[in-house]
C-alpha cells in the first residue's frame, strides 16, 4: 500500500521502481504500474500485489527511486509512507517517508534507501497524528467526506448523501421547534443583516439542534459502516495467483513442445527439479472486527429514509405557521445549526480523535479496511505451498546503478525554469485579473452622474447662471458682510425650498415642500448655518503697539477656538439666563459634524448653529434677524451654510458645504465643497456582479498577505533586500485599509438608510461621516489602482525591452542619484528665490509651498510670465530665464546623456543584462512543444537508472543457447528431414573436417557425409554402441 501526500504538487506520473531487500534475499527491480487508471494522485492510496520467487524472510530496507519523466509539476512526487503485508503471515512492514523525491525539492534526490520503521517510529506523535486526521477526514467527516471518499471504504457515496439529507432534515425540524425562544431583536451582541439575525440565542439554538440531531445520525452512519457484505469478493491475491498460474502453464506447454522437438521426454529435466507433495494451506486468518450481518443493511436503510419523511413532515406542520418573521428565525438557526455541523463539530470530532489516539493510545494505524474484510482468504493449488517452508534458498542479487549526477543536475536546472516560467504565467495571469478586479471597484464607485449632479448645485447655489433678474451674483465674488446677507436672501432662500411648481402654484397635498427649487433633489430635513469663533485674545501684541493696539487675534487651529455660550449680540451672558438656540455652543459630536480643511485654517466641528427652517417668508426673517442683531463679526472665523440631498433620477446622496472663512487681517474668502455619495449601491441587476467581484477581492488581498507574510518568514533579511517587496507590501495595506474603510462606509450608509426610512425622507440627516469615510476610502483605492498597475512592472521584467530598461536604470543609478541631488538643489534654490521675490505681489507665490508648484509648472511650460513681470519688473524676468535656460537645455540634456550612455554600455555588455530572457525561450520551447513543432533548444528527458532493462537483456542472455538449439531443430527438421545428428561430436568434428579440406566438386553434399560416415575406426564404433 503506497500513500501519496497531501502537499501542491504531491502527484506524479514518473515511472515509480523498487528493491525490497530482507534478511534472506532481496527482490529484483520492480515497477509500480497499471495500464487502467492513473497511479499516486495526491492523496491517494494505491494497493499493488507483488508476488517473489522466494522467501525474502524479515524486510530489512526499501530502495525507492522513480525517473522524473512526468511532465512539469508531475515528475515530482511526495511520498507519505508505504507498507508491505505478507500474505501469508499477516505480518507488516512500513516504510515512513514524509518526504520529496524531486529535483527541485529538500534535498534535491529522487532516489532514497529507506529502512523499516520500528515501534518508536511507528509510534511517534507526528506520524500517528498525520495518519489518524488524514483518515478521519477524508473518512470521518459525514460533508467533506462525500465529496473526498477513500476508494477503500464500504459506506458508499450515495449512503453518505443520504446521511447528509437525514442529518439535514433533522436539524430542519429541531430549529423549527426551537425557533420561538430567539428573540424578535438581535438584543446585546447581537447582528442584524437584512432578514437574518445573528444572535448568542440564535447560536445557541443552533448549536442545541446540532446536539439534538447527532445521536440518531451516529445511528445511521454506524448502521452504514458496520453491515458486512452478503458475498465476499474474490481475494486480489487469487486473482494474482490464478494469473500466474496461467502463465506458468502457458510456459511449461512452451517448454514441452520445445524438448519434444529435441527429442526429449517429460521426464528428462535438464534441473531435476521435482516438487514437495502439497500440504494444506496455512491459516491467514484477518483479526476479527466485529460486524453487523448483510440483513441489517435494509434496516440502515429504513431508518434513514423513515427519518428523512419524520424530519420532513416535522418541517412542514411546523412550517405552514410561520410568518415571515419565524421564518428568518428559522432560517438563520438552520444556517448555524449547518455550519456548526460542517465547521465545528465534525471538525472537532476529527482531529480530537486523532489527538487522543495519537498522544495518549499511542496506537499504530495497523488495521485492515473494509477492502481486506471484504475479500475472502487466498487458495493454495494441489501443486503449491508457502515459501517460507523452503528454508533457506539464496540467489544472486542484481546490481544496482544509480542515477548520473550531470543529469540529475541537468533535470534540476531544468526543472527550476519550469517552476519560474509557470510561477510568472500563473502571476501574470492572477494578478491581471486581481488589477482588473481593483478597475472594477475603483470605478464602481465613481458614477458619471457625479460631476453632473455637482455642477448643477454649484450652478444653483454658487454661480447663481440660471437667475435672469439677479445675473451678477456670486457666492465667489462675496468681499463682505452684507453681500454675503445679500446672496443668502436672493440666492439661497429661492433655491433651498420649492416656491412654486411648474404652473405657479404650490399645493403641499401633492407637491413636496422638502424638494429644492430644482424639482429634482430632495433635501433630507432642513439646512443649517453654523458658525465657528475665535476666543478674544491668541496672539501676541508687539511691544511696541502695545499702547495703540489693546486686542490680538490670530487663526483658530482648532485650539482657540471659542467654546462659551453668550447673549444676544454676543455680549457676556448673564448668571441663569439661557442662551437663545443661535448663541448656544455645540460640540461635533452634538451637531454630527467632522472637522473641515478650509483655504485658511482647519476649524473643528463644532460651533454656534442655527436651524434654517420652515417656509420662504420665515428664512427670511432669520436671515434678516440674524444680520440685525450682527452675527458674523471680527471673531467670527468661519461660516458654514451645510445641508444634505437626496436625488432619485440619479440616485445619489449629497453632502453639501457653502463656506465663508474670515482672515485674521478681515477679509472674506468663499468656498465651497459638494460630495456626491453611492449609498444604494447594490439595487441595479449588476450588483450582484459588484459583490462577487469584492468578494474576490477580499480573498486575494488574505491570498497576498500569507503569500507575503510566508516569504517574510523564509527569506527573513534578505526579504527586505528587494524593492519589489516593499511595492507588494504598499498594495497589501492598501487593500486591508479599502477593506476597512468600505465596511465602514457600507455600515454609517445603512444607518443612515434606516433613518431615511424611518422617517421616511422628511428627518434631518447629516452625511458628514458618510462623506469623510467616503472620501478617505476613494483616496486609498485611487492610490490602489495606481501601485497595483505599476507593480505589473515587475511582471513585465521578462519582456526584453523591460528588462534593457530596468538593466539601464540599474547600470546608471550612481549617476542619476547625483544628478537628482544636484536638480532638487537647484530647483529648491529657484523656489525660494521667486518665493522671496513675488510673494506679496503674486498670488502663485504666495507661500512657500505655492511658489514650488508654480516653480514646477514653469519648468513644464506653464507659466504667466506678465504677472512674474509685473510683479518685479528689474530682477523678476532675468531670474526666469536663467530658470528656464538651466531646465529645460542643461538639465533635461544632462538627463538623457546619462541615460543614453547606460543604456549603450547595457547593449554592449551582454553580462550585465539579466539572463531572465532564457524564460522567455523555454516558454516559447514549451508552447512550440504543445502545438507538435520541434522546440529550439533541447530537454532533458527521463533519467535511467536500474531498469528492467537490465533485467530483460540478461534474460535474453541466458535463453540464447536454447534458441539456438530450437533454430538448428528448425533447419534440420524442414531442409534435411532429421538426418543431421547435432548431438554426436565426433560426427561435427568429421564434417568440420570435411568442409576445411579442398575439394573439386562445386559443393558438397550432405548425403555424401552421411554415406562416408562413420569411418573405420574402433573408437567410433565403440561411441556408436
Not at 529535483?103 to 523499516?116: C, G, M, P, T
Not at 478674544?536 to 511691544?543: G, L, N, S, V
Not at 458628514?768 to 486609498?780: G, K, R, T
Amino acid at each position: 500500500m503506497v500513500f501519496t501526500g497531501g502537499k501542491e504538487e504531491a502527484s506524479t506520473t514518473s515511472k515509480v521502481q523498487f528493491i525490497l531487500t530482507g534478511e534472506r534475499s532481496e527482490t529484483d527491480v520492480r515497477t509500480f504500474a497499471d495500464p487502467e487508471r492513473l497511479l499516486f494522485k495526491r492523496n491517494a492510496i494505491d494497493i499493488f500485489v507483488m508476488t517473489v520467487p522466494e522467501c525474502l524472510g524479515n524486510i530489512q530496507f526499501l530502495r525507492i527511486w522513480h525517473d522524473n519523466s512526468g511532465k512539469d509539476s508531475e515528475a515530482s512526487w511526495y511520498l507519505r509512507y508505504i507498507v508491505f503485508r505478507d500474505v501469508q503471515t499477516g505480518q507488516k512492514f512500513e516504510f515512513i517517508a514524509n518526504c520529496w523525491f524531486a529535483v527541485e525539492h529538500d534535498d534535491f534526490q529522487i532516489d532514497r534507501l529507506i529502512a523499516v520503521a520500528g515501534e518508536a517510529q511507528k509510534t511517534e506523535f507526528k506520524h500517528l497524528f498525520d495518519t489518524r486526521s488524514h483518515k478521519n477526514l477524508y473518512d470521518g467527516h459525514l460533508w467533506f467526506s462525500v465529496f473526498a471518499r477513500p476508494a477503500r471504504s464500504r459506506f458508499t457515496r450515495v449512503q453518505r448523501i443520504t446521511s447528509c439529507m437525514a442529518l439535514l432534515y433533522l436539524s430542519m425540524a429541531a430549529n423549527a421547534m426551537f425557533y420561538g425562544v430567539i428573540p424578535e431583536e438581535p438584543g446585546a451582541g447581537g447582528i442584524q443583516l437584512g432578514p437574518f439575525s445573528m444572535s448568542p440565542a440564535a447560536i445557541g439554538v443552533g448549536i442545541i439542534s446540532n446536539l439534538v440531531t447527532f445521536p440518531p445520525t451516529f445511528i445511521i452512519i454506524q448502521l452504514f459502516r458496520k453491515v458486512s457484505p452478503k458475498f465476499k469478493r474474490v481475494s486480489r491475491i487469487q486473482k494474482a495467483m490464478i494469473k500466474q498460474r496461467e502463465q506458468k502453464r502457458r510456459e511449461f506447454e512452451e517448454q514441452k513442445k520445445w524438448r519434444l522437438l529435441k527429442g526429449k521426454t517429460d521426464t528428462e529435466d535438464e534441473g531435476g527439479s521435482s516438487h514437495r507433495p502439497s500440504e494444506p494451506a496455512h491459516n491467514t486468518t484477518k483479526k476479527k472486527v466485529k460486524q453487523l450481518p448483510w440483513w441489517m443493511l435494509y434496516i440502515a436503510w429504513l431508518v434513514a429514509v423513515l427519518t428523512i419523511i419524520a424530519g420532513g413532515c416535522f418541517t412542514f406542520f411546523y412550517g405552514v405557521s410561520f410568518g415571515e418573521e419565524e421564518a428568518a428565525k428559522w432560517l438563520s438557526g438552520l444556517f448555524i445549526s449547518f455550519f456548526s455541523s460542517v465547521l465545528c463539530t465534525q471538525p472537532i470530532q476529527v482531529f480530537a480523535m486523532a489527538m487522543i489516539f495519537s498522544a495518549i493510545c499511542k496506537k499504530p494505524n495497523d488495521d485492515e479496511d473494509d477492502a481486506d474484510r471484504d475479500e475472502s482468504d487466498p487458495e493454495l493449488g494441489e501443486d503449491e505451498e508457502w515459501m517460507h517452508e523452503l528454508g533457506d534458498v539464496h540467489r544472486k542479487k542484481m546490481e544496482y546503478k544509480p542515477v548520473d549526477d550531470s543529469h540529475l543536475l541537468a533535470a534540476r536546472e531544468q526543472r527550476k525554469k519550469e517552476i519560474k516560467m509557470w510561477g510568472v504565467i500563473y502571476d501574470m495571469g492572477a494578478y491581471a485579473f486581481f488589477i482588473w478586479i481593483v478597475i472594477i471597484l475603483s470605478h464602481g464607485n465613481r458614477d458619471p452622474n457625479s460631476f453632473l449632479l455637482k455642477n448643477e448645485l454649484a450652478n444653483n447655489f454658487i454661480y447663481a447662471a440660471t437667475e435672469s433678474w439677479t445675473p451678477n451674483i456670486n457666492f465667489l465674488n462675496i468681499q463682505n458682510k452684507s453681500y454675503f446677507y445679500h446672496w443668502m436672501r436672493v440666492v439661497f432662500a429661492e433655491e433651498i425650498k420649492m416656491t412654486e411648481n411648474y404652473n405657479g402654484i404650490l399645493n403641499p397635498k401633492h407637491d413636496n415642500e422638502l424638494m429644492l427649487n430644482d424639482g429634482t433633489s430632495l433635501l433630507l430635513g432642513y439646512a443649517t448655518l453654523r458658525q465657528v469663533r475665535i476666543e478674544e485674545r491668541t496672539c501676541k501684541i508687539p511691544r511696541a503697539m502695545k499702547n495703540t493696539v489693546k486686542v490680538c487675534r490670530g487663526k483658530t487651529t482648532l485650539i482657540d477656538e471659542e467654546k462659551k455660550d453668550f447673549d444676544v449680540s454676543w455680549r457676556p451672558l448673564p448668571e441663569k439666563k439661557k442662551p437663545k438656540f443661535e448663541y448656544k455652543y455645540r460640540g461635533a459630536l452634538e451637531l454630527d459634524t467632522v472637522p473641515f480643511w478650509g483655504n485658511i485654517d482647519v476649524y473643528g466641528g463644532g460651533g454656534y448653529q442655527v436651524k434654517l427652517t420652515g417656509r420662504k417668508d420665515k428664512l427670511l426673517a432669520t436671515i434678516d434677524g440674524l444680520e440685525k442683531d450682527n452675527w458674523i463679526n471680527e471673531r467670527t472665523r468661519a461660516v458654514f451654510i451645510e445641508f444634505s440631498i437626496y436625488n432619485a433620477q440619479v440616485n445619489l446622496f449629497a453632502a453639501c458645504a457653502i463656506v465663508l472663512e474670515q482672515g485674521p487681517e478681515g477679509g472674506l474668502h468663499p468656498s465651497f465643497k459638494i460630495d456626491p455619495i453611492m449609498l444604494l449601491r447594490y439595487n441595479e441587476g449588476f450588483s450582484l456582479f459588484v459583490m462577487i467581484c469584492e468578494g474576490v477581492f477580499i480573498v486575494f488581498i488574505i491570498y497576498y498577505t500569507y503569500r507575503e507574510f510566508k516569504g517574510i518568514c523564509r527569506d527573513k533579511r534578505t526579504y527586505w533586500k528587494d524593492p519589489w517587496n516593499y511595492l507588494e507590501l504598499i498594495v497589501i495595506s492598501l487593500g486591508w485599509s479599502a477593506i476597512v474603510f468600505y465596511a465602514m462606509r457600507t455600515a454609517l450608509g445603512m444607518s443612515v438608510l434606516s433613518k431615511f426610512k424611518e422617517t421616511e425622507g422628511k428627518g434631518y440627516i447629516r452625511l458628514d461621516y458618510v462623506a469623510s469615510i467616503n472620501e478617505i476610502f476613494l483616496y486609498i483605492v485611487s492610490f490602489l489602482v495606481f501601485f497595483a498597475t505599476l507593480k505589473f512592472l515587475k511582471l513585465l521584467k521578462f519582456n526584453k525591452r523591460m528588462g534593457f530598461l530596468t538593466s539601464t536604470l540599474k547600470q546608471c543609478a550612481s549617476d542619476l542619484s547625483g544628478f537628482v541631488f544636484t536638480f532638487m538643489l537647484t530647483f529648491l534654490a529657484f523656489g525660494q528665490l521667486f518665493y522671496l521675490l513675488h510673494n506679496s505681489n503674486h498670488y502663485d507665490y504666495k507661500t512657500f509651498m505655492t511658489s514650488v508648484e508654480a516653480t514646477f509648472s514653469a519648468m513644464l511650460g506653464k507659466f504667466d510670465y506678465r504677472g512674474v513681470e509685473q510683479s518685479s519688473p528689474g530682477i523678476g524676468p532675468v531670474a526666469f530665464f536663467i530658470f528656464a535656460f538651466l531646465s529645460t537645455i542643461i538639465m533635461v540634456n544632462l538627463l538623457l546623456t546619462l541615460v543614453i550612455r547606460g543604456f549603450q554600455e547595457i547593449k554592449h555588455d551582454l553580462l550585465k543584462q539579466s539572463n531572465d530572457y532564457e524564460i522567455v525561450d523555454f516558454m516559447v520551447n514549451k508552447a512550440r512543444m504543445a502545438v507538435g513543432l520541434a522546440p529550439k533548444m533541447n530537454f532533458v528527458g527521463p533519467l535511467h537508472s536500474t531498469t528492467e532493462d537490465a533485467k530483460e537483456n540478461n534474460t535474453s542472455t541466458k535463453e540464447f543457447p536454447e534458441k539456438v538449439d530450437q533454430l538448428l531443430s528448425y533447419i534440420n527438421e524442414l531442409y534435411f528431414d532429421s538426418k543431421l545428428e547435432f548431438n554426436n561430436l565426433e560426427w561435427l568434428k568429421y564434417v568440420s573436417k570435411q568442409t576445411r579440406e579442398p575439394h573439386t566438386g562445386v559443393g558438397t553434399n550432405t548425403s555424401d557425409l552421411n554415406n562416408e560416415w562413420p569411418p573405420e575406426d574402433s573408437s567410433v564404433q565403440r561411441f556408436r554402441k
